[in-house]
């Protein structure tokens, strides 16, 4: 399975919003083309997963002939534990959110699954955790945007009073107008990063859910285990280089040397270099990706110019922010304002 899969908990999603509008899918003219496989699709469990193309060609005609460029916002509102399938239970069952987040990283594939996937990560800045995963392509926009959407809705069912969210960070630009995003979310809300990313207060890690089970849980951890057992494996080599590069470069303030990763991976350099050639990539290009973000990241925590130039492996200040703007097309300082 090499094509993105989406939960069919979404497309239940879309068709609630639809009944809240007094509107039913086999009566619009434009879903005509649709209505086989729709039909189809909202039959399976709602645990299930179906192609991506297909939902997105859906969310567009609807958004269209409605008129409603806030649709995935609108269908995000009514996401409960279930829409998640066994993930979205554990969540709420977890005895605290620090709990929570250990199994989302473990068994996102339940939820958004493909070759292209690349796993979530979880990075502690400050007072602050963020939930991150990379942009992948643009034409993911509409999913990314729907996940966060749903999960940052969700996790406020699951701690209405307590759990503070501080900012969400999406990779794509904005899909409507600002005004929609600062409502449904109530934070900070930002575009154009190189990664997703959700972030609450440190401080909201030890809270505890009243919907806690500890019991109800065992068999739920058992259950996603069996799921993620028998699904199709497969290993992205671009998405591991992706991960290795990044982990080395947070772990040792440094950019590491191909041999390195390559060690790490049990392949020859001459192995490596072929399998990214494959991917229409190389080692250099995956390198200066991985520095751009972290240089991102540095840039939040207010660390100096030359300091980030140091930490990743530039000559000097300059030569950090000649990189920076030959692949974000902004200046360095243009981009600190922004983040601010």
Not at 291 to 300: A, G, N
Not at 307 to 317: K, V
Request: glycine share 2%; charged share 20%.
């Amino acid at each position: 399975m090499l094509e993105l899969q989406i939960p069919n908990g979404y497309f239940q999603l879309w068709k609630m919003y639809l009944s809240e509008q007094k509107l039913d899918e086999e009566s619009l003219n434009f879903l005509l083309p649709y209505q086989r496989e729709l039909h189809r699709v909202l039959t399976l469990p709602i645990d299930s997963q179906s192609p991506y193309h297909f939902f997105e060609a859906v969310i567009e005609q609807t958004r269209q002939h409605l008129d409603c460029p806030q649709l995935i916002l609108e269908m995000a509102k009514f996401i409960r534990a279930e829409h998640f399938g066994v993930l979205g239970y554990m969540a709420t069952r977890s005895n605290s959110v620090a709990e929570a987040l250990q199994y989302i990283l473990r068994f996102s594939r339940l939820v958004i699954d493909g070759a292209e996937v690349i796993p979530m990560q979880i990075l502690h800045q400050g007072k602050a955790i963020y939930l991150t995963w990379p942009r992948l392509d643009e034409k993911y926009a509409m999913v990314n945007e729907l996940t966060l959407a749903c999960m940052a809705h969700l996790a406020k069912q699951i701690f209405p009073a307590s759990l503070q969210l501080l900012s969400i960070q999406f990779a794509h630009a904005p899909q409507m107008v600002r005004y929609h995003y600062e409502k449904f979310f109530g934070c900070q809300v930002e575009f154009s990063h190189s990664e997703y990313s959700l972030a609450i207060s440190s401080d909201s890690l030890d809270l505890k859910s009243e919907l806690a089970d500890p019991s109800l849980m065992q068999l739920l951890l058992k259950q996603a285990e069996e799921a993620i057992a028998a699904k199709p494996h497969f290993e992205h080599i671009l998405q591991q280089v992706h991960l290795h590069i990044a982990a080395y470069i947070r772990l040792h303030a440094n950019v590491p040397k191909i041999e390195i990763i390559a060690d790490e991976l049990h392949w020859s350099i001459r192995t490596l270099q072929r399998q990214l050639n494959t991917q229409n990539s190389s080692f250099k290009k995956v390198l200066e990706t991985e520095r751009m973000k972290r240089c991102e990241q540095l840039l939040v925590q207010g660390i100096s110019f030359s300091d980030i130039a140091m930490q990743l492996g530039y000559s000097d200040q300059s030569a950090l922010a000649r990189a920076y703007k030959a692949f974000s097309g902004q200046t360095l300082m243009q981009r600190k304002k922004q983040l601010k």
